[in-house]
């Protein structure tokens, strides 16, 4: 369970700017020292800044709870683990929203039409799509193409009308064309691989992803369709994450070896 010590050793550490942060933790760390009125005065004093303040103030009435089993210099390393821990935390999992929708100004939201085209158009290496439905699609299909011409592996996963048992009557052929797919690896869920219920109806490939130079990872709710791209509400988010776009290409690489998946 987290203390109330541990909760504003947390709050300080994310919301302090790194050079009242350091400065806090300089104070705390050249001496041992146990929380008392005296030092706790001096302490802040050393912040003119009145959010900053009362911030400190919180965390030194929670460390006078623990007094007993933390000095300064403790209050201090453990400031500075939570520190390294955020900024951590921080580059390895950075989200943003993607959405389809009306526009609304005040929300911090990016267009899924525009987020799928530049994460194409940014690929350098290896670019996977994963999608239920792909129809009508130009402005994508160009930015594929011109993946493709600079040399971009390109792999294709999705929902077609006989690998789906006709849950759609269209496939990537008649989106993306031939010439495309010719260059690309395209792979397909069988239908006699599927499982299936006691009426005998079978699971659909209705995963909505992209992920960009094992890099980046975009989960959506939008197909690759003109409607989910321009008209539908969608939502989804972009996740700028290399562990986690590896673990994604490492669930679709053991699909595809287990044959879960074949190529189309």
């Known amino acids: 369970m987290t203390t109330p010590l541990a909760e504003q050793i947390y709050r300080v550490a994310s919301i302090l700017p790194p050079a009242a942060l350091n400065a806090l933790v300089d104070s ?6 146990g929380v008392d009125a005296a030092q706790s005065d001096r302490l802040l004093n050393q912040f003119p800044n009145s959010k900053f303040r009362r911030i400190l103030g919180d965390l030194l009435a929670a460390w006078q709870q623990e007094s007993d089993r ?11 683990s939570a520190r390294q821990a955020i900024a951590s935390t921080g580059q390895a999992l950075d989200v943003e929203l993607v959405w389809t929708g009306p526009q609304i100004s005040a929300l911090p939201v990016r267009r899924t039409d ?4 530049q994460l194409i158009e940014q690929t350098q290496q290896e670019l996977t799509i994963v999608s239920f439905a792909v129809y009508k699609i130009p402005e994508v299909s160009a930015a594929i193409g011109s993946a493709l011409d600079r040399g971009v592996k390109l792999r294709i996963i999705a929902e077609t009308p006989t ?15 031939t010439e495309i797919l010719h260059r690309a690896q395209v792979f397909v869920w069988p239908l006699e691989k ?10 659909s490939l209705h995963i909505k992803a992209v992920i960009c130079d094992r890099q980046h990872l975009f989960i959506t709710s939008a197909n690759l369709t003109e ?3 321009s ?3 969608e939502l989804g988010v972009l ?19 287990q044959g879960h998946l074949v190529k189309a």
């Open 70 to 80: 933390w000095d300064s210099r403790s209050l201090a390393l453990a400031l500075e």
């Open 194 to 203: 599927r499982p299936k219920d006691s009426a005998g109806r079978s699971g």
């Open 28 to 33: 705390l760390s050249c001496e041992s020292w």
């Open 163 to 177: 690998s789906g048992g006709g849950k759609i009557p269209f496939g990537v052929t008649e989106a993306l064309g």
């Open 239 to 257: 996740v700028h994450s290399p562990t986690l776009a590896h673990q994604v290409i490492d669930l679709l690489d053991n699909l595809i070896h």
């Open 114 to 117: 525009r987020v799928l085209l």
């Open 231 to 233: 008209l539908n509400l």
């Open 227 to 229: 409607y989910a791209l």
